[in-house]
């Protein structure tokens, strides 16, 4: 399951023919992926559901990207996950990406001074069904009113997006700090495996952005688990 959105890139790459690499991360290789296609055996119920959906051209949730649609099913069902390790995590995740997506909405509505519809337009790009979405959805506050309830979006608000590199950097400090939170009372359980894995696909992203700043960061992590 922490592998499985490389398996919905590659999933959506064979579907829409998307002239993209295949990630070899995903669970699935291609031949596999395509053969499951055919006839779905390994794939996770609600992989059936939307691509019977994507193939007979049926939205299943209105407003979002067929990407996105395949993107709330699956957090829907982590949310509800019997693992608490991958349900908070992933909760996070899905928390962490709708703020984010709200945050542009907003900041793109003001460059175009369009901001009548903006909280319309923000239904288009969350995922997910939660407190958190619908309070994204119906507010006007500058901080869509949710610190209260998430301490940590708090310094989320309070990044500068001066520098975007500097920006995507400090997001992801704020997934590495959650993960330490997941994982800090289990050293030798399955949790701390989980945020290991989470963790290096946070490293290799930035590997694959700037090779000395992604070794620097491997280096500090192999340092820290020392």
């Known amino acids: 399951l922490i592998r499985r959105p490389f398996d919905h890139r ?3 790459t064979i579907l829409e023919e998307r ?6 991360r995903g669970t699935f290789d291609r031949e596999t992926l395509e053969a499951e296609l055919k006839r779905p055996d390994l794939l996770d119920e609600y ?3 939307f691509v019977a959906a994507f193939r007979d051209g049926r939205v299943l949730v209105p407003n979002l990207s067929w990407e996105d649609q395949l ?5 829907v069902q982590m949310s509800e996950h019997e693992n608490p390790f991958l349900q908070d995590y992933y909760t996070f995740e899905m928390n962490l990406r709708n703020l984010l997506a709200a945050q542009n909405v907003r900041e793109a509505a ?14 288009h790009f969350v995922i997910g069904d939660n407190e958190i979405v619908e309070r994204i959805k119906k507010s006007n506050a500058p901080d869509f009113s949710v610190p209260q309830i998430l301490p940590w979006a708090q310094r989320l608000f309070e990044l500068s997006r001066d520098n975007l590199e500097a920006f995507e950097r400090n997001v992801d400090e704020l997934r590495w700090q959650k993960l330490d939170e997941l994982t800090e009372l289990s ?5 701390a ?5 989470c963790k290096l696909a946070i490293v290799e992203r ?4 700037d090779i000395d700043q992604g070794k620097q960061q491997l280096d500090g992590f192999v340092e820290g688990m020392k």
Request: hydrophobic share 45%; net charge negative.
């Open 10 to 12: 590659n999933l959506l």
């Open 19 to 24: 002239d993209t690499p295949f990630d070899e």
């Open 47 to 49: 992989i059936q559901v």
């Open 71 to 75: 993107n709330h099913l699956f957090y």
């Open 110 to 123: 003001q460059l175009l001074a369009e901001s009548d519809d903006e909280r319309q337009e923000v239904a």
């Open 187 to 191: 050293n030798f359980g399955i949790e």
């Open 193 to 197: 495996v989980l945020g290991v894995l």
């Open 206 to 209: 930035w590997q694959a952005l």
